[in-house]
């Protein structure tokens, strides 16, 4: 059974700092996804990382992945407000994609306070 | 163009009883999949459906059945409600049911059993 795991769960930050998010996997994928949810609002997609090594960035967030040790990593520069909000990686081992799903970690409540 | 949309946003329910989500994918997305979030946890898979077939079943009990219509909406119905079935059910479409199309998701029912 595939397992999700992110640390940490709860994150309280200052402006201005810089942090890192972990997602540690238990199945070979080499297909993971990061999304934001704000409270009461739905998922909204940030990165999708689809090889080892890949690197994606947007603004503030880089988010990065290494199939060999099974972890992607969501780096937050210089943080800001406005990025308060609930981070979910999930993998996805569908073989060719479509069968089994997405499983989700169980997310990181991310806090900026000024 | 409009994203995922989801009906009721909003539904209570007593317990033993039978309830039906309403989903209507982005324009010319042919994959719906359905999630539960549960407060406090990430989502967890339900279903997927391609091409109006089911591609994926995640574990939830029987009491959990879905279909998809030829314009590519989804329902997807719970029987026999329990108090533990309240959550937030997600509908996700993507363009089609592979790895590179990565889900867009509505923005959810809120169903509540008492």
């Known amino acids: 059974e595939l397992k999700v795991e992110q640390n940490p769960l709860f994150l309280s930050m200052q402006e201005g700092k810089n942090y890192t998010i972990y997602c540690n996997y238990s199945?070979?994928?080499?297909?993971l996804y990061w999304y934001r949810q704000d409270p009461g609002k739905s998922l909204e997609s940030l990165f999708v990382l689809l090889s080892n090594g890949a690197v994606k960035q947007e603004g503030r967030l880089m988010a990065s992945l290494d199939t060999k040790a099974r972890l992607s990593t969501l780096h937050i520069t210089a943080a800001v407000h406005d990025l308060s909000a609930t981070y979910f990686c999930a993998v996805d081992i569908r073989p060719g994609g479509g069968a089994d799903g997405l499983t989700f970690g169980k997310g990181t409540h991310l806090i900026i306070q000024p | 163009d409009a994203g995922v949309t989801q009906s009721p946003t909003h539904l209570i329910k007593t317990r033993g009883q039978q309830v039906t989500l309403r989903c209507s994918p982005i324009s010319g997305h042919k994959s719906v999949s359905w999630y539960q979030q549960v407060l406090g946890q990430g989502p967890q898979f339900i279903f997927q459906?391609?091409?109006?077939?089911?591609?994926g079943r995640g574990n939830f009990p029987d009491r959990f059945s879905a279909r998809q219509f030829p314009n590519y909406s989804s329902e997807l119905n719970v029987n026999a409600l329990l108090l533990g079935d309240s959550a937030l059910y997600l509908c996700?479409?993507?363009?089609?049911?592979?790895?590179?199309?990565?889900?867009?998701f509505g923005n959810g029912t809120r169903l509540t059993v008492t």
């Open positions: 996700a479409s993507s363009l089609e049911s592979s790895y590179n199309s990565p889900l867009h």
């Open positions: 459906y391609y091409e109006k077939e089911e591609r």
């Open positions: 199945t070979t994928s080499d297909r």
